[in-house]
Every structure is written in C-alpha cells, then in structure tokens.
C-alpha cells in the first residue's frame, strides 16, 4: 500500500505542511509514502484521479484528505471510480463534519491512528454528475453556504461563526422559494419551502444536526424538508436544527417532512444554490441517487 498525504494548506488557516511532514520522517523506511500541497480549489481532485490514471491499478492507494470538508469533498470526486482507492480524513479543517458520524472527531487528527486504520466500504450520494460523501442542501442552507464562504475570509472567523452570521444575513434576504421535491418518483411536497437537506450524514455547517437518523453505510438518503418559515418562526428554529430535535420537538415538527429515498429529485422554478459537502453551485433541479458500500473509508485505529 502506498500512503499519499493531499494537505490543502489553508485549511483551518493553518499551514500544516511542516508539521505533516515532521511527523511522517518518523515513518522512513518503514511505510511509502507521499506528501502534495493543494495548489487551488479543485486542485486535489484533479491531482488524485491523474494519479490513480497513471499508476498500477493492482496497488492500492490511500489517499488522506488532509483539510476539512471541502478537501475530503475533492479527494473524494478525484478517488471515485477506481476500486484501488482508499480515502482517509486528517481533521485540520474548522468544521470537519463528516467524520462526526464516527464520534472520535480527535481519531481524526491522528496521523498515527490513520495510518493504522482500516477501511470500511461507506455510501455516497450521487448528485448529477458529482459525489457527495455528507450532506447535499438546496435552498435556504445553500443560499446559507455561499455566504458563510464570504464570513470565513474574515479574521479570527471559524467554521461555526461563519455559519452563524451567514444564516443571520440569509434570513433577512434568503429565504422560501418554490420547491418541488419526489422520493422515489413519488412528490412529497410541492410548494414554498425554506430548504432540503438531502444526508448521508447527520450533520454540517459546524455541527447543525439537520439528519439525525442518517447512518453512512444503511443505502439510504435522509431527507429533511424544511416547510415555508416566517422569519421570526426561522429565528427560534436554529437552536432545534442545531440539536436535531427539529424532527421531533411540537414547536418544529409540523414544519418538516422527514423521510428516507433511494432516490431524490429537488426542483424549482428558477436556479436555486445548493451546497455539496460545502462545496457551492446553482441549478433549478437536481438529481441524487444512493450509491451503497461504494466508497473504502479509512477508520482509525484504536489508540
């Protein structure tokens, strides 16, 4: 097995790179491995599929998304499609989602423990033409995203900060529109709603539980459907959303339809911003299919 650290070097506003490497000397001569520095957006997922073209497809790579989603999201779409991949997760981003699912958020910045680690095949979430391997939102929590990349530009601003001001700002300008949305060729809701959150896993935007119930190998997609949110309604919703009790609490419940889908089809009368694992975009109407055990994850080893 050959070990390849993709470190985005602005992650968490920290260059980790030194540090990586420092550590990884440790392991001279004793595993393979490679180090890269992202040099743009996007920059990994292309590095990761060349690489994976050019090399023996009887090896096997473990590529390690050293950043935070948004690094795990390019190394995932660069890995994709080729069985020898395996894709790990060193935590230096500010919100780091994903591995939440796997409650050891610590595991995860522990160069040690994933090189240790043992893969297991996890679900993706096709979205058209991309791979999403947390959480895809349309709507509100898009419009949400795109701003929240603008408040992490300012200094000292994390990734839960800049969640936070960025829905502020959104309630005031962004909120329901038209949504259409089928579960499983069946519509479910027709109407003005707030958002969609479509889920492998539970949580995103720094720790907003918007999935509760979604586990990352069961071949299922979560939905949660926010229904038309008045804004002082939306004002009192954030604490619930956060917690994942939006689902269930008497205060929220007759605002949300939750289901479980194979497949997800979310429509609107104009282009509407959605985020891939906080990666951003616009369309009137997106597509998402479960994809099951289609991805090797690396979990860390036990301490």
């Known amino acids: 097995m050959k070990h390849i650290f993709v470190v985005n070097p602005k992650a968490g506003r920290v260059d980790r790179t030194p540090e990586i490497s420092a550590k990884l000397h440790s392991y001279d001569g004793k595993i393979?491995?490679?180090v890269y520095v992202t040099k743009s957006l996007g920059d990994a997922q292309v590095y990761v599929r060349d690489y994976l073209q050019n090399h023996d497809p009887k090896e096997i790579y473990r590529f390690y998304a050293c950043g935070g989603d948004g690094t795990l999201y390019d190394v995932v779409n660069g890995a994709h499609g080729f069985p020898?991949?395996?894709?790990?997760?060193?935590?230096?981003g500010s919100g780091?989602?994903?591995v939440k699912n796997f409650h050891d958020l610590e595991a995860f910045r522990d160069i040690?423990?994933?090189?240790?680690?043992?893969?297991?095949?996890?679900?993706?979430?096709?979205?058209?033409?991309?791979y999403c391997i947390n959480i895809t939102n349309y709507g509100f929590d898009g419009?949400?995203?795109?701003?929240q990349l603008k408040y992490k530009r300012r200094p000292f601003m994390t990734g839960p900060m800049a969640y936070k001001r960025a829905a502020a700002h959104c309630f005031f300008f962004k909120m329901n529109q038209p949504l259409k949305v089928s579960l499983d060729n069946k519509v479910v809701f027709d109407n003005k709603g707030l958002l969609v959150a479509i889920a492998n896993g539970y949580c995103y935007g720094g720790g907003?539980?918007?999935?509760?119930?979604?586990v990352v190998d069961d071949g299922l997609i979560d939905v949660c459907i926010i229904k038309k949110v008045g804004r002082l309604k939306a004002a009192g919703f954030m604490k619930l959303f956060r917690s994942g009790d939006h689902v269930t609490n008497p205060k929220t419940k007759d605002y949300v339809i939750y289901d479980r889908a194979k497949r997800v089809v979310v429509e609107s009368v104009k282009p509407v911003a959605y985020a891939?694992?906080?990666?951003?975009f616009r369309k009137g109407?997106?597509?998402?299919?479960?994809?099951?055990q289609d991805l090797s994850f690396v979990i860390p080893s036990d301490k």
């Open 208 to 214: 907003y539980h918007c999935a509760p119930n979604a």
């Open 96 to 98: 780091n989602d994903f």
């Open 84 to 92: 020898n991949a395996e894709v790990a997760c060193l935590a230096l």
């Open 276 to 280: 891939i694992d906080g990666e951003v």
């Open 285 to 292: 109407k997106i597509v998402v299919d479960i994809l099951p």
């Open 143 to 147: 419009e949400v995203t795109f701003a």
């Open 112 to 130: 040690d423990r994933e090189i240790n680690g043992k893969s297991k095949k996890i679900d993706l979430l096709k979205v058209d033409d991309k």
């Open 32 to 34: 393979d491995y490679e």
